[in-house]
């Protein structure tokens, strides 16, 4: 490994909030699949995603993106690196005569000094074409305007009972 990727992965690292940890091992994302990542100066991160329910196509996860860097942030896509089957797509869900429905989002501003939270019932990422389970780290890689990309790994979560809703959260 050279020098200068030695560099990128301890900016990665140390740019990782707690809890937020680089995966050693699972299948998901072997050590080796951990790339050299981009950050975001002044954008903060955190969030999960929902381990995939026996039966279920589809799952979702939830990031908590703050904006400190100066100037707006406009997420426009995501990819799930090293899983070549699956994608991730923003949606949000809105409420028609009372029935909530998904609706994909072409894009995510996120204003300078701003926070946006993704949650159930809310703006979220669809993830189709792979099965998530509880412990397992989730790599993502957020493309945002001017073509900033971020990559993270969040933890996969198990559903709890309270937080689930209708066909998807
Ligand atoms: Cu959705």
């Given at each position: 490994m050279?020098?200068?990727?030695?560099?990128?992965?301890?900016?990665?690292?140390?740019?990782?909030?707690?809890?937020?940890?680089?995966?050693?091992?699972?299948?998901?994302?072997?050590?080796?699949?951990?790339?050299?990542?981009?950050?975001?100066?002044?954008?903060?991160?955190?969030?999960?995603?929902?381990?995939?329910?026996?039966?279920?196509?589809?799952?979702?996860?939830?990031?908590?993106?703050?904006?400190?860097?100066?100037?707006?942030?406009?997420?426009?896509?995501?990819?799930?690196?090293?899983?070549?089957?699956?994608?991730?797509?923003?949606?949000?869900?809105?409420?028609?005569?009372?029935?909530?429905r998904m609706r994909a989002l072409p894009e995510l501003a996120i204003p300078a000094g701003a926070t946006v939270e993704m949650a159930p019932g809310g703006v979220h990422l669809m993830l189709r074409g792979v099965r998530l389970r509880a412990g397992e780290q989730l790599p993502l890689r957020l493309h945002f305007a001017g073509g900033e990309i971020l990559e993270l790994h969040v933890p996969v979560r198990q559903l709890k009972a309270a937080a689930e809703h209708h066909h998807h959260g």
């Open positions: 050279s020098r200068f990727l030695k560099l990128f992965c301890g900016v990665f690292v140390s740019g990782l909030l707690p809890g937020l940890v680089v995966a050693d091992g699972g299948s998901l994302s072997p050590a080796e699949e951990v790339k050299p990542a981009a950050v975001i100066r002044g954008l903060e991160f955190a969030g999960y995603a929902r381990e995939t329910l026996p039966g279920a196509a589809m799952s979702a996860a939830y990031l908590s993106l703050r904006n400190a860097s100066g100037k707006e942030l406009r997420l426009q896509s995501v990819e799930l690196p090293g899983l070549e089957d699956a994608d991730a797509d923003l949606h949000t869900t809105v409420s028609e005569g009372g029935v909530s």
